[in-house]
Nanobody, 125 residues
C-alpha cells in the first residue's frame, strides 16, 4: 500500500520559514517524480516544486529563490524548505508521486497517482 505523509506545516509571520516533509512508503518515488502542490482557499491546486528520478528540480515562478526541494533517499523522505514566506503562500500543501507525464507537464495534477493528505501552511502579514 502506497502512503505519503506530509508534516511540518504551521503558522508563521511573513518572512518566516518552515520545512515540510513528505515520507513515502510502498513506492519507489526516487524512480519517478515527487512534486509538491498547494491549494489556497477558493483557488485551484497548483504545482510548486518537483524533484525527478535524475534529481532535476523545477519550481513555480513565484517561489523560485525562496523554496527548495530536497530528499533523503535513506529515509524515503522529500523535503520542501520554505523561506521568506509571504501571505500568498498560505494554503494546504500536498506531495504527490506516481507521475505518468513528461518533464514539461509536471504541474498537471491529473498525471499523479498517489497523494498525501496535506499539511496546512498559514502565513500572516
Amino acid at each position: 500500500q502506497v502512503q505519503l505523509v506530509e508534516s511540518g506545516g504551521g503558522s508563521v509571520e511573513a518572512g518566516g520559514s518552515l520545512r515540510l516533509s513528505c515520507e513515502v512508503s510502498g513506492y519507489k518515488y526516487d524512480s519517478n517524480y515527487l512534486s509538491w502542490f498547494r491549494q489556497a482557499p477558493g483557488k485551484e491546486r497548483e504545482g510548486v516544486a518537483v524533484l525527478n528520478f535524475m534529481s532535476a528540480t523545477d519550481y513555480l515562478d513565484s517561489v523560485k529563490g525562496r523554496f527548495t526541494i530536497s530528499q533523503d533517499v535513506a529515509k524515503n523522505t522529500v523535503y520542501l524548505q520554505l523561506n521568506s514566506l509571504k501571505p500568498d503562500d498560505t494554503g494546504v500543501y500536498y506531495c504527490a508521486t506516481g507521475y505518468t507525464g513528461g518533464w514539461s507537464d509536471w504541474k498537471s495534477q491529473s498525471r499523479y497517482t498517489y497523494w498525501g493528505q496535506g499539511t496546512q501552511v498559514t502565513v500572516s502579514s
